[in-house]
């Protein structure tokens, strides 16, 4: 395909690999937990996240709901970034399907919850307030350029929570480009939560549905919000048969992504009237802006992106652009990009 679709990694489609398998797939009805592709993916996805088991469901949204739910009862609170996809995209599903209440905190550079006012805002038993339950990350974190945020922070964050009594759960929708890019194995992070959503549909090419790790315990209560937020699917090993290969072989290759991404940021750095900081791109998330005396605004720049270079950018509402590096974006589809902004900027 001609088109250069860098709006997001979530536009990736599914591999021929992928096809094939989907194609084959054994298939049994996974309400009943009969569906075995389906129960391949759940257990190998346990498996490398270091966790007793897992939940196929049908988006990072509902992996991020049905997470929250099973931590969380009618009236508890779970702390989050102001800017996570948690508060800031999920359409308030905490509140409005579980009754939780979500208390967002601002964040650092990298996405990173400043923990002394994580403790300070961990509730005393008192009936005028909600009662603290779960503390939420997210690795990478998607507005904060795709940070990478090193294992650290999570043991730290882990930490209050054994001392609190509180559970921690990790938006780890894009968990294995936070690994690449730290050059970890994925349970070093995921060792510090009870629970964690894996999108299979971003930089990982499958085309639908997302994976959320933990206890036996926690799965079992997931199971049921799943089923209560109408996630529940029949013969979805059609599905989960790309997510295998999704977690087997793309989570290894996105280092590709990455250095793609790097190679768009560092180009941009030389176009003039952009704004971007190439040191500051450590996965495929690309964040840039105009300089003030740019002779075109962003509205018109993606329109003669799209129009003369059938090439799709994400982000323009006089925010800035975001470019996502993902499977199908070649180094020479970097490099058409960065050409056709050079002509539109010349
Ligand atoms: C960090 C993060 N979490 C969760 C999601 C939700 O995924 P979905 O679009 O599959 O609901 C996204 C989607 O982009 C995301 O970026």
Same mark, same amino acid.
């Given at each position: 395909?001609?088109?250069?679709?860098?709006?997001?990694?979530?536009?990736?489609?599914?591999?021929?690999?992928?096809?094939?398998?989907?194609?084959?797939?054994?298939?049994?009805?996974?309400?009943?937990?009969?569906? %075995?592709?389906?129960?391949?993916?759940?257990?190998?996805?346990?498996?490398?996240?270091?966790?007793?088991?897992?939940?196929?469901?049908?988006?990072?949204?509902?992996?991020?709901?049905?997470?929250?739910?099973?931590?969380?009862?009618?009236?508890?609170?779970?702390?989050?970034?102001?800017?996570?996809?948690?508060?800031?995209?999920?359409?308030?599903?905490?509140?409005?399907?579980?009754?939780?209440?979500?208390?967002?905190?601002?964040?650092?550079?990298?996405?990173?919850?400043?923990?002394?006012?994580?403790?300070?805002?961990?509730?005393?038993?008192?009936?005028?307030?909600?009662?603290?339950?779960?503390?939420?990350?997210?690795?990478?974190?998607?507005?904060?350029?795709?940070?990478?945020? %090193?294992?650290?922070?999570?043991?730290?964050?882990?930490?209050?929570?054994?001392?609190?009594?509180?559970?921690?759960?990790?938006?780890?929708?894009?968990?294995?480009?936070?690994?690449?890019?730290?050059?970890?194995?994925?349970?070093?992070?995921?060792?510090?939560?009870?629970?964690?959503?894996?999108?299979?549909?971003?930089?990982?090419?499958?085309?639908?549905?997302?994976?959320?790790?933990?206890?036996?315990?926690?799965?079992?209560?997931?199971?049921?919000?799943?089923?209560?937020?109408?996630?529940?699917?029949?013969?979805?090993?059609?599905?989960?048969?790309?997510?295998?290969?999704?977690?087997?072989?793309?989570?290894?290759?996105?280092?590709?992504?990455?250095?793609?991404?790097?190679?768009?940021?560092?180009?941009?750095?030389?176009?003039?009237?952009?704004?971007?900081?190439?040191?500051?791109?450590?996965?495929?998330?690309?964040?840039?802006?105009?300089?003030?005396?740019?002779?075109?605004?962003?509205?018109?720049?993606?329109?003669?992106?799209?129009?003369?270079?059938?090439?799709?950018?994400?982000?323009?509402?006089?925010?800035?652009?975001?470019?996502?590096?993902?499977?199908?974006?070649?180094?020479?589809?970097?490099?058409?990009?960065?050409?056709?902004?050079?002509?539109?900027?010349?």
């Amino acid at each position: 395909m001609k088109k250069i679709d860098l709006r997001s990694d979530t536009v990736s489609w599914p591999t021929p690999q992928m096809r094939e398998a989907m194609a084959t797939a054994e298939v049994g009805d996974d309400v009943y937990g009969d569906d %075995p592709t389906v129960n391949a993916l759940q257990a190998l996805a346990a498996e490398m996240t270091g966790k007793e088991a897992g939940l196929f469901v049908t988006s990072g949204t509902q992996g991020n709901q049905v997470s929250l739910a099973a931590h969380c009862g009618r009236g508890d609170e779970a702390i989050v970034g102001f800017d996570s996809h948690i508060f800031n995209a999920e359409a308030g599903g905490a509140g409005i399907m579980s009754s939780i209440a979500v208390l967002p905190l601002q964040t650092d550079g990298i996405g990173r919850l400043d923990l002394d006012q994580v403790k300070k805002f961990i509730r005393p038993d008192d009936p005028h307030k909600p009662t603290s339950r779960l503390l939420c990350g997210e690795n990478s974190y998607g507005t904060k350029n795709g940070a990478a945020i %090193p294992v650290d922070y999570f043991k730290d964050l882990r930490q209050i929570a054994d001392d609190r009594g509180l559970s921690v759960h990790l938006d780890g929708a894009r968990i294995f480009n936070a690994a690449t890019a730290l050059g970890i194995d994925v349970k070093e992070i995921a060792q510090y939560a009870d629970s964690i959503s894996i999108c299979l549909s971003k930089g990982l090419c499958a085309p639908a549905g997302t994976v959320v790790v933990g206890t036996e315990a926690f799965i079992h209560k997931a199971n049921r919000a799943r089923k209560m937020l109408g996630g529940s699917m029949r013969q979805a090993g059609i599905l989960a048969a790309a997510g295998i290969i999704s977690l087997k072989d793309m989570t290894k290759r996105l280092d590709v992504d990455h250095k793609h991404a790097k190679r768009l940021a560092n180009g941009l750095s030389n176009i003039p009237y952009i704004n971007i900081d190439p040191s500051k791109v450590d996965t495929n998330l690309v964040f840039f802006n105009l300089k003030d005396n740019a002779p075109l605004n962003e509205t018109e720049i993606t329109h003669r992106l799209k129009n003369e270079f059938d090439i799709l950018m994400g982000g323009t509402y006089g925010s800035g652009f975001r470019a996502v590096t993902h499977y199908w974006i070649t180094e020479e589809k970097v490099d058409k990009t960065l050409s056709a902004l050079k002509t539109i900027l010349n």
